[in-house]
């Protein structure tokens, strides 16, 4: 795997993270006691698939996108893969806010397109109503015709949203709590991914269920399987230590051997002899390389299809064509030839064997322990839903 010395000096990571790289030095594994299995119909029951979409995606606090992607004061971009038009801005003041892409005076789309824009205000292509990046409602043609109205009561509806760490949080119903966004917020600073800068982002269509593809980023049993022909030589069979952010899993391979007398407190020297993978309910990937972070967010949108869209995020905008060549190798690597060939490819080969009926259960061996408490956490979402 491409890499270069651009980590950010000086970085430490946090207790949590710390905690992991010990028990790693240690040689203590996760690995389960014994095998465990899960039901195939998880995965191919639209019935079940319902009901994670209304316990889940329609509540939960999720990832939606990286702060690198609006990096300016007067940006915004719109975003329809959730399932519902949204609108991402940061205001004149550098806050982000989550909107409905909806115009307050006769619901039309208020802005088209699902690349970022620079504007200062959003004017409705009907009838011009004018709207502020931070939701207000600015002027519309003829007020005198709206007797009575007070602009202060048309405002563009928000959704709860937060930022922290670099990522764009939000919620779709009120009363969401972002507490373990925000803790989860201080890890992912001390990968400094608050600075860093968006070099690629694309959108991928998996034919598959979107807890297979969360599966593959869960355990490492598989990368010197699968991505024997692209990162699987980089890589030896390690041991993996993880832990719980909340319903958040957080997780961490290396060998102990190769850790022995290295300042652990170093994250710059951490990341290259660690791999960490952060795994956020309901379907965020975030994997940080020596040199660089992938941010692939999930959004279902049938039983067998999802859409996962993949940011690239790198430490400066690149200002030769050597450090942009580099770049562009890694990210056909990762993008390309890693997820989109492989671990997009066997999620949705996953897909086409258990819709056979051929299998009732999936079985877990003990390296595979990720998965079982991924699965356990979605039953508890699903139980706890109204």
Not at 28 to 55: C, L, M, N, Q, W
Not at 126 to 137: E, K, P
Not at 155 to 166: I, M, W, Y
Not at 283 to 298: G, H, Q, R
Request: hydrophobic share 40%.
């Amino acid at each position: 795997m491409n890499q270069v010395e651009t980590a950010v000096p000086g970085l430490r990571p946090t207790a949590g993270q710390l905690a992991l790289a010990e028990a790693l030095a240690r040689g203590e594994s996760r690995a389960e006691g014994a095998i465990s299995r899960v039901p195939a119909s998880v995965y191919t029951d639209p019935d079940h698939f319902a009901r994670e979409k209304a316990a889940l995606f329609d509540r939960m606090p999720q990832v939606i996108a990286p702060s690198a992607l609006l990096p300016d004061p007067g940006m915004l971009v719109p975003h329809d893969a959730t399932g519902r038009p949204l609108l991402l801005t940061r205001d004149g003041d550098g806050q982000v806010h989550v909107f409905l892409n909806v115009c307050r005076h006769r619901g039309t789309r208020l802005v088209e397109g699902s690349e970022v824009q620079c504007a200062r205000r959003m004017i409705c292509p009907y009838h011009a109503w004018t709207y502020s990046t931070d939701g207000r409602l600015l002027a519309l043609p003829r007020p005198e015709t709206f007797p009575g109205m007070d602009k202060g009561d048309f405002g563009l509806v928000e959704l709860p949203s937060c930022e922290a760490g670099g990522m764009i949080w939000f919620a779709p119903v009120e009363g969401a709590d972002f507490t373990h966004a925000r803790e989860l917020g201080a890890d992912f600073d001390a990968f400094g991914t608050r600075n860093l800068t968006l070099f690629r982002r694309k959108t991928h269509t998996v034919r598959g269920n979107w807890k297979l593809i969360m599966d593959a980023f869960l355990e490492s049993y598989h990368v010197t399987r699968l991505h024997a022909k692209t990162i699987g030589p980089f890589f030896k069979d390690g041991i993996t230590s993880g832990d719980m952010v909340g319903p958040h899993q957080r997780s961490a391979v290396g060998r102990a051997e190769e850790m022995a007398g290295v300042d652990l407190t170093d994250m710059a020297r951490l990341r290259r002899l660690v791999t960490f993978a952060y795994q956020l309910l309901p379907a965020t990937i975030v994997i940080p390389s020596p040199d660089y972070l992938n941010l692939m967010v999930l959004m279902p949108q049938a039983h067998d299809l999802t859409l996962v869209e993949d940011f690239m995020l790198i430490p400066e905008e690149p200002k030769t064509d050597k450090a942009r060549d580099h770049w562009e190798r890694s990210w056909a690597l990762l993008d390309g030839g890693v997820f989109a060939s492989e671990d997009f490819r066997a999620a949705e080969l996953g897909q086409q064997g258990l819709s056979s009926g051929a299998v009732s259960e999936v079985t877990l061996g003990t390296l595979e322990g990720g998965i079982r408490r991924f699965h356990e956490t979605v039953e508890q979402a699903l139980r706890a839903a109204p």
